[in-house]
């Protein structure tokens, strides 16, 4: 069966088709489409398949463990900041060892089209010591589920899959198989102990998977999954991975004779890059999507004398995406011509939709915050980051999820007044509690403002962790009941929602203030759907 998918839809296909039990994710761009797709699956085929949003990228790893522990194939999915989230499990995981197969996704973003970094997963595969994939096209990233899955368990390894924002987001003709493998039965690991990272366990767990390494690295070389082809004039080489494989594709002339060492799978494979030096490999170009990671390990491979060149040199971009253009120029060769452009669109820098309750609460909060001298707003992750540009200009850092509530804390320790965190409900939720919880503790002079729009709204209107019960949250997390206040944001309520900022914002302690109105997008679907 042939398909038109999505390199995150081929992922997610991939995974139903090798046996999935369960997929474990929070929404973010790249990777959001992934548990879409699984989920719009299963509400057709009403398959078995556990595929409800996790409250942040920590729980959904430790939740994928579980179901790992149990017998059955994991996997579980985020952007690339969202490995971060989930370090602490993820590098355990990797001490632990699996019994179903567990598969990571990350999807990095190079040149940040929605992120606030440009950092490589590979790192964190090097990091725990485990297997990496990077799939070059749509059918790779389809048929390496299956493979990374049988890898996973033959190996006991959790297996890292890394794919870029082109490769989730760019459509090919995926060739699926016809019968999906059937879901393991559930079955117990073989040694509990496994599972149990007291220090004396964990030593001796570690001590198999550095034990393991060569292994690895064999996989890497015989797999089949590298290939390397000898070239007429060896003394060049270029390896190549992932998706920035199809650039060189799209410049390479084979008259130019190079060695070609194309590196999907990871650890490095040493016995096909010392074949390259056997063939007489004097000058190598590296052309790796995102930071330079094969271009910094395999200085500690191949001879002193082997010239590399790469991101490191400035033979590529140090920072951003690749293109043909730039592996064009690394390749020593002309610039095609380019036409030049008739018309020039002028850039328009997002802004919250008409009608958002982000946009009300921005005027309220900023009628209120002029009446004090110089007042700090901590903005958090989310559609409300747009409140830092025009019109509104509301909000004075923006860092990562959750940071907004305990960077006004910390503000507020130094002696800030009014510290105020501007944060979503589905952040707050994700990372945002423990930091409240913080503030309560210290009684920290802060309010936090929720801008409650009942959904996940920046990655397309998914379910958010707390809907219904905010208020309960705040005060189980201790903040005193008559201090969790709820607004409606619209343009008359304005007056009621200013004097409850203001009544906050004198209160020497720590306050929320939850602005709820749903998001404009999802009402829209939802009175859509209310008609049919």
């Not at 038109?4 to 839809?9: F, I, M, N, S, V």
């Not at 992934?34 to 790893?61: D, F, G, P």
């Not at 550095?210 to 015989?222: I, R």
């Not at 271009?295 to 991101?311: A, N, Q, T, W």
Request: aromatic share 6%; hydrophobic share 40%; proline share 5%.
């Amino acid at each position: 069966m042939k398909h038109l998918l999505l390199g995150d839809e081929a992922i997610a296909q991939g995974a139903i088709d090798a046996g999935l039990s369960g997929v474990y994710a929070y929404p973010g761009t790249p990777s959001t489409e992934i548990t879409e797709y699984i989920q719009l699956a299963v509400s057709r085929q009403h398959s078995a398949i556990s595929c409800r949003w996790a409250t942040n990228e920590k729980t959904a790893m430790e939740a994928a463990l579980g179901m790992s522990y149990m017998g059955k194939r994991a996997l579980v999915c985020m952007k690339h900041v969202g490995m971060n989230v989930c370090a602490d499990a993820f590098m355990n995981a990797a001490i632990t060892g699996v019994n179903g197969g567990l598969i990571v996704v990350a999807a990095d973003d190079p040149s940040m089209h929605s992120s606030q970094n440009e950092q490589d997963s590979r790192f964190y595969a090097k990091f725990a010591m485990i297997p990496c994939l990077e799939p070059g096209s749509q059918q790779e990233a389809y048929d390496l589920m299956a493979y990374g899955f049988d890898l996973s368990e033959r190996l006991k390894t959790p297996v890292l899959m890394r794919v870029t924002t082109r490769m989730a987001h760019s459509r090919a003709v995926v060739e699926t198989v016809d019968t999906p493998r059937a879901q393991n039965t559930m079955s117990m690991p073989e040694n509990v102990n496994h599972f149990i990272l007291l220090p004396a366990f964990a030593k001796r767990n570690y001590a198999e998977l550095v034990a393991a390494q060569p292994t690895f690295v064999a996989e890497s070389n015989t797999a089949g999954h590298n290939s390397y082809v000898k070239g007429a004039k060896p003394g060049k080489a270029i390896l190549t991975t992932g998706i920035a494989y199809n650039y060189l594709m799209e410049n390479y002339d084979p008259s130019m004779g190079c060695s070609i060492l194309r590196v999907t799978q990871y650890p490095l494979p040493e016995a096909l890059i010392g074949q390259m030096v056997a063939d007489g490999m004097k000058e190598l170009l590296v052309i790796e999507e995102g930071q330079p990671v094969v271009e910094e390990l395999i200085r500690g491979i191949v001879p002193s004398d082997v010239v590399i060149k790469g991101r490191l040199t400035g033979d590529l971009p140090r920072m951003g995406e690749l293109s043909p253009d730039c592996v064009r120029q690394a390749l020593g060769m002309a610039p095609l011509p380019n036409r030049e452009k008739e018309t020039i669109v002028v850039g328009r820098p997002p802004a919250l939709c008409q009608g958002c309750g982000h946009r009300d609460m921005y005027a309220a909060l900023n009628e209120v915050a002029r009446e004090y001298e110089a007042p700090r707003i901590f903005g958090d992750i989310g559609c409300y980051t747009l409140g830092a540009l025009s019109p509104f200009h509301a909000i004075h850092a923006c860092v990562e999820m959750g940071a907004s509530v305990t960077m006004a804390k910390g503000a507020a320790d130094a002696g800030q007044h009014p510290a105020i965190a501007v944060i979503g409900d589905s952040t707050f939720t994700h990372s945002g509690m423990t930091g409240l919880l913080d503030c309560v503790n210290a009684n920290s002079n802060v309010v936090v403002l929720i801008s409650d729009n009942l959904t996940t709204g920046m990655t397309g209107g998914q379910d958010s962790a707390g809907t219904g019960r905010l208020e309960q949250i705040c005060c189980g997390l201790g903040v005193a009941p008559e201090h969790v206040r709820v607004v409606v944001p619209l343009p008359k309520n304005m007056e009621e929602i200013k004097n409850v900022l203001r009544e906050e914002i004198n209160y020497s302690g720590t306050s929320v203030v939850i602005a709820r109105r749903e998001c404009i997008q999802t009402l829209k679907r939802h009175l859509k759907a209310a008609k049919k």
